[in-house]
């Protein structure tokens, strides 16, 4: 019989640490080091630098949320997602392989929705347009976070077609980003005319 916990966002908060800062600390201290190579690319003659992700930052983002992105970036190939788009939103199951980047995948998870809520929106230089919407009309949104030994289960719902489309929208991007790392950003981006 497999093992089931259903938390609160509260919940989550706490048994991670305090949130997105625990889940980064618990990384820095695993002993991972950042390579010190330069990869920086770009069209138009703006650089991405792959190592530093200065997209990852925001106007409204703390240093432990973009810190948490640029530890999902990295290590996105040990990232899979199994997505159920439903008729009044989506069910997602996201895994890692590796312990510590599933814990900041659940700890990024309970961050944003928790965000979503509030209506307070981090304004990561690389945030897809798609978001925009979530931020204006969260409280049309019913989120569960459930962590089982299957993985992180989140199921969001709407009444308002609208935000269906955009919840539906987003986790195939999310699931591009999981596949194909900064490279699915770069091409959104691209697509979207934009050169940061």
Known sequence: ?????????????IALGIGAGGAF?????????MTSGM???????ADHDEVILPGLRGKNATPEESAELAIMFRSFATITREVENLPNGIRTVTRSSDPEVMNVLVSHAVGMIDRVGQLDDPEIMIQSPTLDIFFL???????????TDDGLIVLQTSSEPEVVAALQKHVAEVSDMSDRG????HDMMMANGETH
């Open 137 to 147: 009309r969260g409280e049309s949104i019913a989120s569960d976070i459930e962590v």
């Open 39 to 45: 990869n920086r690319h770009g069209a138009n003659g």
């Open 1 to 13: 019989m497999k093992r089931s916990t259903v938390f609160t966002i509260a919940g989550l908060v």
């Open 25 to 33: 600390m618990a990384m820095s201290q695993s002993g991972h080091r």
């Open 182 to 185: 900064m490279a699915a950003v």
